[in-house]
């Protein structure tokens, strides 16, 4: 197995987990075969300084890298979709955590349990009002008088609701394989969120 961890400052066994994870300065690369650590190595991150993209750039760089699986403390809801549609693993741990502590606790499949988030705060339900006692003399409504008849206004029909996109659709899909995920798709799947049709008036490239 190839585990990818982002990393505070040069990298390596004894650096520790960056708090960021697509900012990360450098990428530790490390080879697990059996329980034991093969291969330890590191690459720079090319999308540190990336304007904004960050999290999809550095997923698809530990693709080319044919990592199996990522230790980070925290994703972005875009590099999190990204690596569950190539098939990543994702492991959390606190940031600051040694880099060697952490592999050795996932070779013994020691993996942490996923934080507990607190729960949305829920108002107490507030007894009604009582009731207040009119200090005005009563009030008596003037009579209803007689209102013009409009005929019931016809409802438009509902708009058919639209077909997700397909792989087959996409800019990316040729000859059944997404060439931005190197990956192999069926033509009639779903795309994923990175969807641009094929009549797209521009590109981003």
């Known amino acids: 197995m ?24 450098v990428f530790t690369i490390v080879d697990i075969e059996n329980g034991e650590i093969k291969n330890v190595r590191t690459i720079k991150n090319e999308a540190m300084n990336v304007p904004s993209g960050a999290g999809p750039i550095v997923v698809q760089m530990l693709i080319k890298e044919g990592v199996d699986a990522v230790i980070a403390p925290q994703l ?7 690596l569950q549609a190539a098939g990543i693993k994702v492991y959390t741990f606190p940031p600051g955590t040694p880099i060697k502590e952490a592999i050795e606790r996932i070779s ?15 108002a107490p339900p507030q007894a009604p009002y009582p009731p207040q006692q009119s200090q005005v003399p009563p009030y008596y409504p003037p009579a ?5 008849y409009y005929p019931p206004f016809p409802i438009p029909a509902r708009p058919p609701i639209p ?17 931005f995920w190197n990956l192999t798709v069926h033509a009639d799947d ?16």
């Open 190 to 205: 779903p795309a994923c969120p990175f969807f641009i049709p094929k009549n797209a008036p521009w590109r981003w490239w």
């Open 76 to 82: 972005s809801p875009n590099a999190m979709a990204a």
């Open 144 to 148: 209803p008088q007689p209102q013009a």
């Open 163 to 179: 077909e997700p996109p397909r792989h087959k659709d996409c800019i990316h899909y040729k000859n059944g394989k997404c060439e």
């Open 2 to 25: 190839r585990i990818a961890i982002p990393s505070s400052r040069s990298g390596g066994l004894e650096d520790t987990i960056s708090t960021v994870f697509a900012r990360a300065p």
């Open 108 to 122: 013994k499949g020691e993996t942490p349990q996923p934080p507990e988030y607190p729960q949305p705060f829920q």
